[in-house]
């Protein structure tokens, strides 16, 4: 079946503006998150939903980074006023909550650069 | 706080031989600890997993050993062949379901093989 797909694949963007990236996960995935990958570094989590139950958003690093979740189907990670800083690979995962696996299916990341 | 940490950040081996990969963790919490594989421009994808009531697991070529006292586990590749060239990274978890499964990675050991 079709795995974790996120739209855009790559996004450019000046300084100060806002920014939306997409997730759509497996289909009948309960859980999805969202990590970023700085270059050459390892992922940090940003945020994670759970069917209706209010996200876990500890990995947010500031107040300009916001996602929503429309039941358990797509996702929008949202950076407003962004920042250099800000330029990385982001990398939406989503997984089953019921069963003995744990694996999270990673989509192919949304590489933004931010000029 | 970075509470993994994975060594060595870079390595090459000669087609045919072993690699191996370490990583340490901190939070005793931990309770689920895989290794993810990526290619350049794709997302992490699930190699294989230990929880920490066992000392090692196998899967093919692949073998983590996890060792409970030390709060280190590492992964074995036997035989290593060029396409298994890729970035490898540690992880570790908390399944217990309010905890939402969240990743901690270490920072990524790129591996080249050489044929």
């Known amino acids: 079946g079709a795995g974790v797909s996120q739209s855009p694949s790559n996004k450019v963007t000046e300084k100060g503006k806002d920014v939306e990236l997409r997730c759509d996960p497996i289909?009948?995935?309960?859980?999805l998150y969202w990590y970023r990958q700085r270059l050459g570094q390892g992922l940090e989590f940003l945020i994670y939903?759970?069917?209706?139950?209010?996200?876990?958003k500890s990995g947010l690093p500031s107040d300009r980074f916001s996602a929503e979740r429309t039941g358990e189907s797509v996702s929008t990670l949202t950076i407003q006023r962004t920042q250099q800083e800000d330029s990385a690979v982001y990398l939406c995962?989503?997984?089953?909550?019921?069963?003995?696996?744990?694996?999270?299916?990673f989509g192919p990341g949304t590489r933004l650069t931010v000029t | 706080q970075q509470q993994v940490k994975q060594s060595p950040q870079s390595l090459i081996v000669q087609k045919g031989g072993i690699s191996i990969i370490n990583c340490a963790y901190e939070?005793?919490?931990?309770?689920?600890f895989p290794w993810y594989q990526q290619f350049p421009g794709k997302g992490p994808a699930l190699l294989i997993a230990?929880?920490?009531?066992?000392s090692e697991k196998k899967e093919g070529r692949f073998t983590i050993s996890f060792n409970k006292s030390a709060k280190q586990f590492s992964l074995h590749i036997m035989d290593s062949q060029p396409g298994d060239s890729a970035t490898y990274f540690c992880?570790?978890?908390?399944?217990?379901?309010?905890?939402?499964?969240?990743?901690?990675f270490g920072g990524g050991t790129r591996v080249l093989v050489k044929p």
């Open positions: 995962a989503s997984s089953l909550t019921s069963g003995v696996s744990y694996e999270q299916y």
């Open positions: 289909s009948g995935h309960t859980a």
């Open positions: 939903f759970q069917g209706n139950s209010a996200p876990d």
């Open positions: 939070n005793t919490a931990f309770d689920y």
């Open positions: 230990i929880r920490p009531d066992v």
């Open positions: 992880a570790a978890s908390i399944t217990f379901k309010a905890a939402g499964n969240k990743l901690t």
